[in-house]
């Protein structure tokens, strides 16, 4: 597909159980809920732009697994609270967090980037994040643990890997890391 597709403040979007594809198109998610249901994948594939405008929640129905795969752009772009998303997450593109937090609490799995802009907040909430080589971190925001536990499996001697951001504000241990 290309084109933009618009999911509106009023829609919710539940896609049926078949695989997505977005060619080098854009969706604009403004409002309204947006479930992946009965083991579906949402692909949006390289040249492509999911632009989130919104704090909903981003959440699977049904058996799953209900599975997000980025590898073009991943982007939260308006409002200035919390989303998060529940579904299975997989980043082999870039994630540009503009405002507001994104928080995963049921962790992810990435070899793309993630880039956090001033005052916005990409939140580790829960669960495992597997860092495979290729991901980086970047940007003036917050990102990292505000609760926890989580395990991270992976290298943190990337660049930018977020080892100062890995403790709670309660400063007690949050986080188990396995790898290199």
Do not use: H
């Not at 919390?82 to 503009?98: H, K, P, S, W, Y």
């Not at 580790?124 to 499996?153: C, D, E, H, K, R």
Request: glycine content about 14%; aromatic content about 12%.
């Amino acid at each position: 597909m290309t084109g933009t597709l618009f999911l509106p403040t009023t829609a919710t979007s539940q896609p049926p159980n078949e695989r997505y594809r977005w060619d080098a198109g854009t969706v604009k998610w403004t409002g309204g809920r947006f479930y992946l249901e009965q083991g579906s994948t949402f692909l949006n594939q390289g040249g492509g732009v999911f632009d989130v405008m919104t704090d909903t929640q981003f959440a699977p129905s049904g058996t799953g697994p209900n599975r997000f795969v980025n590898e073009g752009v991943f982007r939260k772009s308006a409002s200035n609270f919390a989303m998060a998303i529940t579904v299975e997450f997989e980043n082999r593109g870039q994630v540009d967090l503009l405002s507001g937090s994104l928080i995963f609490p049921n962790g992810f799995t990435s070899r793309g980037s993630f880039a956090v802009a001033q005052d916005a907040q990409l939140i580790l909430g829960g669960g495992v994040f597997t860092l495979q080589t290729g991901y980086n971190f970047t940007g003036a925001g917050f990102y990292g643990v505000q609760s926890g536990p989580i395990t991270i499996i992976g290298d943190l001697a990337s660049p930018n890997a977020p080892t100062d951001q890995l403790c709670r504000a309660d400063d007690r241990p949050s986080v188990m890391v396995y790898g290199d």
